[in-house]
């Protein structure tokens, strides 16, 4: 049954209302909910896992990768997780109400800078259900509210989540509707929710590039691009072959389901001979399919072919294009042309490669001698992320609280007229 316009029109006038509500309340109430939030999950594991027993034994069925299926996956370990990182982020500085800055100008206005929320926050995203909680766990503390449409195939997952969460939020002194599930399972939903724009205040996609570039073309709310990862690692001609080894098996391999893990290596010419066969061994040994250059392939014949396909790849699995490039500047060149600007890696010792890759290489994030799996709210520091935002405008990289807030400026007189 299709969901009519009416009724996702209807949720965001309730965000609305409750986002009025949210904005002004004090930390100790938001960290509260959030707290609460976190034990009703363990506390309702079972019921969760049931639900999500359901969406995967569907995806099963219909064929599903077993990249996607992963995603889509709850156990008791991710859900302690998941209640980990609401703990987390209750446990960080609230952004809103701090002054970004301010002065009092010669006539003794007083001028302030101050964080508030953006309001009513939309997130659309593909099967992984913990992107529910983590969604409505960094909305509620940024004071938003959080309208969620996750993709039917977690649908089971993510209404048992939403009502978890939000008898919790209630329970706390929240605003119930702080939290919602987008009504409907259907794409027509999805358009209604982008068609809401003067209730909805942002969108942020949360996938594949399918949806994203759907969001983002056809969207008159104004959205945040959350990008697909096509990562690279770059070993210099002055790299430390161990650790250029190192960082290599573990961008690739730690988790390939994630936007953050490497999906292209490319190699200095000058140091191919010795490290290619090494390189090459160790993703042989941890399952990776390489799809290789010339190069590559005379050193392994195994390799499959690369194609400009490969290149561009957003792989999610075991796979990996490899290459070899002559300079620096072949291996720079090679990124701006086929990266979807998130992550770049190089290592080396040289301080004059690092900095001229930090600069020239136009992603959201650039690591020397790390992985490519840093790329992430947690891991910087920053508690769970909506997403990683690939665009300029607005945000950048990982989004945690701050990057969920807007400012206003505050003008403090004493009867001044202009």
Known sequence: MNTSAEDVRASAVRARRAAGLLAPLPRATKDAALLGMATALIDRAAEILAANEVDTTAARAA?????????????????????????????????VGEIVRGRVLANGLELRQVRVPLGVVGIIYEARPNVTVDAAGLCVKSGNAALLRGSASALHSNRVLVDVLRGAAEAAGLPADAVQ?????????????????????VLIPRGGAGLIRTVVEESTVPVIETGVGNCHVYV????????????????????????????????????????????LAALGEAGVTVHGDETVRAVDP?????????????????????????????AIEHIRRWSSGHTEAIVTRSLAASRRFIAACDSAAVMVNASTRFTDGERFGMGAEIGISTQKLHARGPMGLTELTSTTWVGIGDGHLV
């Open 181 to 201: 599930l987008v009504p409907g399972a259907d794409h027509e939903s999805v358009k209604h929710l982008m068609r809401l724009r003067g209730l909805v205040d």
């Open 63 to 95: 064929g599903t990768s077993d990249a996607l299926v992963d995603r889509l996956t709850l156990t008791p370990a991710r859900i302690e997780a998941m209640a980990g990182g609401l703990r987390q982020v209750a446990g960080l500085d609230d952004p």
């Open 236 to 279: 210099d001609a002055d790299a430390d072959l161990d650790v250029a080894l190192a960082v290599t098996v573990n961008a690739k391999t730690q988790k390939v389901s994630v936007c953050n893990s490497a999906e292209t290596l490319l190699v200095h010419a000058g140091i191919a001979a010795e490290f290619l066969p090494r390189v």
């Open 302 to 330: 195994s390799a499959v072919p690369a194609t400009d396909e490969d290149w561009a790849t957003e792989y999610l699995s075991l796979d990996m294009a490899v290459g070899v490039v002559n300079s620096l500047d072949d």
